[in-house]
């Protein structure tokens, strides 16, 4: 039987319902990731499946209710009935930014375009309408709607070091990566550590000055970590920044650093799975499991073990990149924040081939388009021309053969006349 209960309501916030009221409530548990917020809910209505309720039509407001708090915030999706009752499943809050488009009137206004959205009906609070720093990468522009939300988000933090949240009262927050310690993990068990390789330093092309009289010019500088570079020697990768339009060395520096804050070269194994008491305040103190979200950083506790090999080892903190609660087993799983290998940071935060040039081959296509299509129209119209002139030809012909089946019948005798 759930403790926290799940309570729904109609898209417009009107005709609450408590779904443990309408029957038993098993295997509850629900989550949240960073970057995103609010993102899995999932348990059982034990009823049989010819049961129907209000309270779990997909599409429906729903939350979690633990301690009078609201520990989490979603949509419904569709049920699945079985034997065992009514599987109940619903995203959250975070995955909204998936549905809706971007929008916006200014590019260089980074908050137009979720603000945009709020006011269309997207469920999230952008504090003071601009949660959203200028430090957000945004480089070329892009049409106006043609990203969704969580992919502009993701674009403007993955080259800015920051990272996006939507969390309690589906606030929106943007902030720099967090690696203040605000958790203590006690892990009992040893845990290995992964290593995804040791690139500590970034190739980055950048545009020093645009197409005009005279050709683009282009400049190519590094991005680096130092500490990493003294104690593992030296790895490079590569990154093209021309599509942003021109800019300085340290500007490109300063992107290729931000990429580099997300990047970490030995994961934990986790995902770690905790209990009431495994996971504390920096003080010390249990939190409470059900109320925990992700974004927290953790400082691992290992007992009897060593960490990783190491004599140094780095990092002994992380993000907390997920955090999921499951009330069946009472057992809290966190999942550490962290980019296992550069190449997909790198694609992650749009790194790659020169996007104008994509453009501009995106732009051939549909002229070469344009232009077989605009071939096959003249086509169509030469055809329905021929085929108006076969008709009126063959009318005229009809009507002589007519003209001439009359004379006959009035002169049965005569010579045939010519029409």
């Not at 926290?4 to 548990?29: Q, Y």
């Given at each position: 039987m759930s403790l926290?209960?799940?309570?729904?309501?109609?898209?417009?916030?009107?005709?609450?319902?408590?779904?443990?009221?309408?029957?038993?409530?098993?295997?509850?548990?629900w989550g949240s990731t960073t970057p995103g917020g609010y993102n899995q809910m999932a348990c059982t209505l034990v009823r049989p499946p010819t049961f129907r309720?209000?309270?779990?039509?997909?599409?429906?407001?729903?939350?979690?209710?633990?301690?009078?708090?609201?520990?989490?915030?979603?949509?419904?999706?569709?049920?699945?009935?079985?034997?065992?009752?009514?599987?109940?499943?619903?995203?959250?809050?975070?995955?909204?930014?998936?549905?809706?488009?971007?929008i916006y009137t200014t590019w260089l206004d980074q908050n137009d375009a979720v603000n945009q959205a709020i006011s269309r009906g997207l469920r999230w609070?952008?504090?003071g309408?601009?949660?959203?720093?200028?430090?957000?990468?945004?480089?070329?522009?892009?049409?106006?709607?043609?990203?969704?939300?969580?992919d502009l988000l993701n674009l403007m933090c993955s080259k800015g070091g920051l990272v996006w949240q939507v969390g309690r009262g589906n606030i929106l927050s943007v902030r720099a990566i967090p690696a203040a310690v605000t958790r203590l993990l006690v892990c009992t068990t040893p845990q290995p550590r992964t290593l995804a390789g040791d690139i500590n330093a970034i190739a980055l092309r950048y545009l020093v000055s645009p197409d005009s009289a005279a050709a683009a010019v282009y400049a190519t500088t590094f991005a680096t970590v130092p500490a990493s570079i003294t104690a593992h020697g030296r790895m490079e990768d590569y990154d093209d920044l021309s599509s942003a339009g021109t800019m300085t060395a340290a500007a490109a520096q300063a992107v290729?650093?931000?990429?580099?804050?997300?990047?970490?070269?030995?994961?934990?194994?986790?995902?770690?799975?905790?209990?009431?008491?495994?996971?504390?305040?920096t003080g010390g103190q249990p939190v409470d499991l059900q109320c925990e979200q992700a974004g927290e950083v953790a400082q691992l506790i290992i007992t009897d073990a060593g960490y990783g090999g190491e004599v140094v080892p780095t990092p002994?903190?992380?993000?907390?990149?997920?955090?999921?609660?499951?009330e069946t087993t009472a057992l809290g799983t966190v999942t550490p924040y962290q980019y296992m290998s550069l190449s997909g940071l790198l694609s992650a935060a749009m790194l790659g081939p020169d996007l104008r040039e994509d453009l501009r081959q995106i732009a051939a296509r549909e002229a070469a388009l344009d232009v077989r299509q605009a071939a096959a129209a003249a086509r169509r119209r030469r055809a329905l021309r021929r085929e108006a002139a076969t008709d009126r030809r063959q009318a005229e012909a009809a009507q002589d053969r007519h003209q001439l089946a009359a004379w006959r019948r009035r002169h049965p005798h005569g010579r045939a006349p010519r029409f």
């Open positions: 926290a209960k799940v309570r729904t309501f109609a898209p417009d916030g009107s005709n609450s319902m408590w779904l443990n009221e309408e029957g038993p409530v098993s295997g509850l548990s309720t209000p309270a779990m039509n997909s599409g429906r407001i729903a939350q979690v209710i633990a301690g009078g708090s609201v520990v989490w915030d979603g949509k419904l999706d569709e049920g699945v009935p079985s034997s065992a009752g009514w599987a109940i499943s619903a995203h959250g809050a975070g995955t909204f930014a998936t549905e809706w488009d971007a609070v952008n504090p309408g601009n949660s959203i720093p200028n430090t957000v990468f945004l480089g070329q522009q892009v049409d106006s709607g043609s990203l969704k939300i969580a290729g650093n931000s990429s580099l804050a997300h990047y970490v070269r030995a994961s934990w194994g986790g995902p770690f799975q905790v209990r009431y008491g495994q996971y504390l305040t002994v903190t992380f993000p907390v990149g997920a955090f999921s609660y499951d």
